[in-house]
Nanobody
Framework: EVTLVESGGGLVQAGNSLRISCAASQISVPILSMGWHRQAPGKEREWVATITWGGGRPSYADSVKGRFTITRDRSQKIQFLQMNSLQPEDTAVYFC?????????????WGQGTQVTVSS
């Protein structure tokens, strides 16, 4: 089955940076895009960023625009989220996502998440 594994989460002080990554495996169909969602305790899961796989075109939520940068390595099937100027409100579990082009349509896949905690 398709597997998405996040890594790089941890505890940082406000104003510092962190880079998280997601490695995809067991994928035999084209990847359309990969990205990130996050969820803080007691809150709805929200979209953070997406990158198209072929063209590398990024999109960002307004809350992280200018601070976060999403990139990908197509040959390694790895995506990265560089998070700068982190703030306590960025504290959440960050989930890796992938949109795959199957014969019957586009399917979305999710990783298990990695915890990012930003202290004041």
């Amino acid at each position: 089955e398709v597997t998405l594994v996040e890594s790089g989460g941890g505890l940082v002080q406000a104003g510092n940076s962190l880079r998280i990554s997601c490695a995809a495996s067991q994928i035999s169909v084209p990847i359309l895009s990969m990205g990130w969602h996050r969820q803080a305790p007691g809150k709805e899961r929200e979209w953070v960023a997406t990158i198209t796989w072929g063209g590398g075109r990024p999109s960002y939520a307004d809350s992280v625009k200018g601070r976060f940068t999403i990139t990908r390595d197509r040959s390694q099937k790895i995506q990265f989220l560089q998070m700068n100027s982190l703030q306590p409100e960025d504290t959440a579990v960050y989930f890796c996502t992938a949109k795959l082009d199957h014969e019957v349509g586009y399917w979305d896949y999710w990783g298990q998440g990695t915890q990012v905690t930003v202290s004041s």
